[in-house]
């Protein structure tokens, strides 16, 4: 009581810390009225002007005032939108690597400007991060207007671009682009083998928008980059065939963890089904031989029972694509690994694509970490604030509207059942759209948007349904949802990038009623006149209450309820916000308290009776903290787990850069091959042992399986006072004589090139390989719990070994390559004829266009390509025999070859006067 008196009194220190940037604000508006008697030419010189202030010594934070002024100027006469002052609050708070938290509907693209514009005067390269590839070409030129307006580059990256294209939207001053595409290309760039094919510069600087969606949500799974490896479809097919005989008993399921698994009494029925459909190496499931079939048997049983179709994915062109549980987006390109994605596959009896090998791979949040400054904007990041800060060290702060808001918050109705929710939820639809209250619905799933799009048609209610399903039209669906009437089901409203306007969106209206309409006097008048007719509708929707946004229950995370709540009430209007649940909701079901089911089962709640109450709202309010809260460990574990791989990563990466930075790498490989032969004496001859101790005979096969050679260690034994320095003295001077003797013979630069490629391919492969045995090594370092230790501590320090055991097997193979490898520089053959065919097909002459595909000579026409034409049909035309240029009277004239002869003989002109040319 006590914290809310004195919060009361002084504020909350959020609102402090907005206030205490009110002085910078203030400066900035003081320089407004000089910046706008400006000049065009005088307001695009100040880019320039800028630089030439920080090549002098000045900071980014000295010119900010003046820069932010003259972003704002800039898009008054570009965009004609002039930032409010709390949008100058947000570009501060971005400019100072933090997270600004706006309300939807408040212009959080356009606040970027300030701090995107600053930080790019600098050259050195700032990243603007959106969720989806729509929104980063939407914002690239929309925004793009005012940099390149003030002399700044900008680019775009979306897939399906070529290498070129990438480099260049790397090269320019910002950069925009989604979270994926940057971080597959930082991937991609450190599996290349030549740094001019590297097309991303050192980090500088991101914003990323929505950053809650993206480096929350999206941080659960890490980016990879994998390769195919062999094809098991008929092993998925005959598992998935056989699990699905499974009854329910003989399986335990626990839907919070999304995990499930065979009882004893499962255990041993479907050991006799397996071993009856000859799947089994033995007659033990768990012998270490039948490793792979239970972990495919796994993967099936979790497919079909814990993943759902058009919930968790849907079958779109005979493919199963994942659907992001928190955007209700498809993921197209992403696969479940492990052989997941395989086994849902053989569920939908799908085409079964090849489970992949993991090449490279990299979390959200280790990526985003490696930016020097890192900031980010969304209407909801306050409740994740702790996990901002302890894992990306930046504060979140809320900025206030520049507007009141005047949306009413409802309480939650709560009902009995799925049946009496939904129709209690269609009456409530078709009630505002008759008094012509726009209404946007959200839902958690495919299958809810299309349950609740029945129950509407049967109360006759037109309404337009957003899902995955109908991705393309999303822009266009949510811009109009806020017209007279309009009913709009959503499955998730995070990152849709488009605002719902009151009365309707003008700019898409002008772009689907007037996109054939030919610029004139008669376009402007139909621009009018829709403008006018979205102005008058606007105040009717006002009229009405506003946006009714209504949730069909709560979601896992408060903060996407959030989202969908803050789809009303934009910019000071009138809205409505309310929630429908009932005991069988998911969030209810797997995680509310024991005692609301109990309580309001007892309750005698009547067949299509609402109820409402503070302590339900409060029980699922706890109910959503314990969700966060789960959710929250999983990605602190991914992130505790990455980080030793990180680690690695970080040694192979800056490898990998200066290997390719140097013009030779002869130092490395002979420090390589000594190291070898040194760890090769020392497994066989360890230090401190008598000579009777050694493994000689070991010694002598592995220095022949390695290095190629055979020293005679017999006779070195013999002289006295023999120890292992000797026997690595002795070899590594062998080994460096034969490297001396192939360098001597070969080209120098051809060398270097030999070792370069070699040790840059023999690390990519072990490195793989590696990336291999630490996934598997994830997937059972958790039953060392069951031995009293820490599952992280045991994968630290086994990675830790498998690391040191990846160099040393590395050092190995390079050095036994190059030692046992033989350099032949052999001249390019001469190039052979092709053969040429009996009739040559398909032939367009470009001059006439005449099809001369039945213009076939046969072999009598052959000789004459390669020998005289003395014999051929082609001097048949002269008495002479042969026809000389002075026999052409069309010589110099444009025919072709293929075309009539102008003689009139009847003949093509090269069989006729055209022979000679």
Excluded at 137 to 153: E, F, K, N, S, V
Excluded at 200 to 214: G, T
Excluded at 443 to 454: A, C, Y
Excluded at 770 to 775: F, I, M, N, V
Aim: one cysteine or more; glycine letters at 8%; aromatic letters at 8%.
């Amino acid at each position: 009581m006590i914290q809310s008196l004195v919060k009361s009194i002084f504020g909350s220190s959020n609102d402090r810390y907005v206030k205490s940037l009110g002085k910078i604000v203030n400066h900035i508006n003081a320089l407004e009225p000089q910046i706008q008697a400006l000049s065009d030419t005088e307001l695009q010189a100040q880019t320039a002007k800028f630089r030439a202030q920080l090549a002098d010594g000045k900071k980014l934070d000295d010119i900010l005032p003046e820069a932010f002024a003259t972003v704002r100027e800039a898009s008054m006469r570009v965009l004609g939108m002039r930032h409010f002052d709390v949008q100058m609050v947000g570009g501060i708070v971005l400019h100072r690597g933090e997270i600004s938290e706006m309300r939807t509907g408040e212009g959080k693209t356009l606040v970027a400007t300030l701090a995107t514009y600053l930080n790019a005067i600098e050259g050195k390269g700032v990243h603007v991060v959106t969720v989806n590839d729509y929104l980063a070409r939407r914002d690239a030129d929309w925004m793009g207007q005012i940099y390149r307006w003030l002399g700044l580059t900008v680019g775009v990256i979306v897939p399906n671009i070529g290498e070129f294209e990438r480099r260049e939207a790397y090269a320019a001053d910002i950069t925009y682009g989604t979270n994926n595409e940057f971080g597959f290309d930082y991937l991609r760039d450190n599996m290349k083998h030549d740094r001019g094919q590297m097309v991303q510069r050192p980090f500088n600087f991101a914003i990323v928008d929505e950053v809650d969606s993206i480096l929350i949500d999206e941080a659960r799974t890490p980016l990879i980059i994998s390769g195919p490896t062999e094809d098991k479809s008929e092993l998925y097919t005959q598992l998935d065939a056989i699990v699905k005989q499974v009854p329910a008993d003989w399986y335990e399921k626990d839907e919070k963890s999304r995990h499930v698994s065979f009882t004893e009494d499962g255990n041993e029925k479907i050991e006799d089904m397996l071993r009856e459909a000859g799947l089994l190496a033995t007659d033990n499931l768990y012998d270490v031989e039948n490793t792979q079939v239970v972990h495919h048997l796994d993967q099936a049983l979790k497919a079909n029972i814990m993943f759902k179709r058009d919930t968790d994915y849907i079958v779109k062109d005979d493919k199963v694509v994942i659907i992001d549980e928190f955007t209700g987006r498809m993921m197209d390109g992403r696969r479940w690994s492990n052989g997941l994605h395989q086994a849902v596959e053989a569920k939908e009896g799908v085409k079964i694509e090849p489970e992949n090998q993991t090449l490279a791979s990299i979390t959200f949040q280790n990526y985003f970490r490696m930016y020097p400054k890192l900031s980010g904007m969304t209407g909801t990041a306050a409740t994740e604030a702790r996990e901002f800060w302890d894992i990306y060290k930046m504060n979140v702060v809320e900025i206030p509207t520049n507007v009141p808001v005047k949306r009413i918050d409802e309480q939650d109705e709560f009902y009995k059942n799925t049946q009496d929710k939904f129709q209690a939820i269609a009456k409530a639809i078709a009630e505002k759209s008759k008094i012509g209250q726009p209404v946007l619905v959200g839902t958690v799933s495919i299958e809810k948007s299309e349950l609740l799009s029945k129950f509407l048609d049967e109360e006759g209610v037109k309404h337009a349904v957003l899902n995955a399903r109908f991705h393309e039209q999303e822009a266009h669906i949510v811009a109009q949802a806020g017209r007279m009437g309009a009913v709009t089901i959503a499955t998730n409203m995070a990152g849709r990038g488009t605002d719902i306007q009151l009365g309707g969106n003008v700019e898409f209206r002008i772009n689907d009623e007037l996109s054939d309409m030919p610029e004139g006097p008669e376009r402007d008048a139909a621009i009018e006149r829709i403008k006018a007719e979205v102005a008058a509708e606007r105040e009717q929707v006002k009229q009405a209450g506003g946006l009714f946004v209504l949730g069909t229950e709560r979601h896992e995370s408060r903060r996407i309820d959030n989202q969908l709540r803050g789809r009303s009430g934009r910019q000071g209007d009138p809205g409505l916000s309310r929630f429908y649940l009932c005991l069988e909701d998911d969030l209810l079901r797997i995680f509310g308290p024991d005692t609301l089911f109990s309580r309001m089962m007892n309750s005698n709640l009547e067949d299509g009776e609402a109820i409402g109450s503070k302590w339900l709202s409060k029980a699922i309010e706890t109910a959503q903290k314990k969700v966060e809260a789960r959710n929250y460990d999983i990605r602190k574990q991914v992130v505790e787990y990455d980080d030793v791989m990180n680690d690695q990563r970080k040694v192979i990466y800056e490898q990998r850069a200066e290997i390719m930075d140097s013009e030779s790498v002869g130092e490395v490989v002979a420090d390589m091959r000594h190291d070898t032969v040194n760890a090769i004496v020392a497994a066989s001859c360890p230090a401190g042992s008598y000579p009777e101790q050694w493994d000689i005979e070991g010694l002598k096969t592995k220095v022949e399986e390695v290095l190629g050679i055979t020293p005679p260690i017999d006779a070195w034994l013999q002289e006295d006072a023999v120890e292992p320095d000797l026997f690595e003295e002795r070899i590594r001077a062998e080994t460096d004589a034969i490297m001396e003797r192939k360098f001597a013979g070969a080209d120098t630069e051809i060398w270097r090139r030999v070792e370069k490629s070699i040790l840059l391919e023999r690390l990519d492969h072990h490195w793989k390989e590696h990336l291999a045995t630490l996934d598997a090594l994830r997937q059972v370092v958790f039953l060392r719990a069951y031995a009293q230790k820490q599952p992280i501590n045991e994968y630290k320090q086994e990675a830790f070994g498998l690391f040191e055991r990846m160099l040393e097997t590395l050092r190995e193979d390079v050095t036994g390559i190059l030692v046992k490898s033989e350099l032949r520089i052999t001249p390019p053959a001469a190039p052979a004829l092709p053969e040429l065919p009996d009739f040559l097909t398909g032939h367009i002459d470009p001059l006439t266009g005449l099809d001369n595909s039945g213009d076939g000579d046969g072999s009598e026409s052959q000789p004459a390509l390669f020998g005289s034409l003395a014999g051929s049909p082609r001097a048949a035309f002269s008495p002479g025999g042969a026809a000389t240029a002075a026999d052409n009277p069309y010589a110099g004239m444009e025919i072709s070859r293929n075309a009539p002869c102008p003689c009139g003989s009847g003949s093509k002109y090269k069989h006729c006067h055209g022979a000679a040319a």
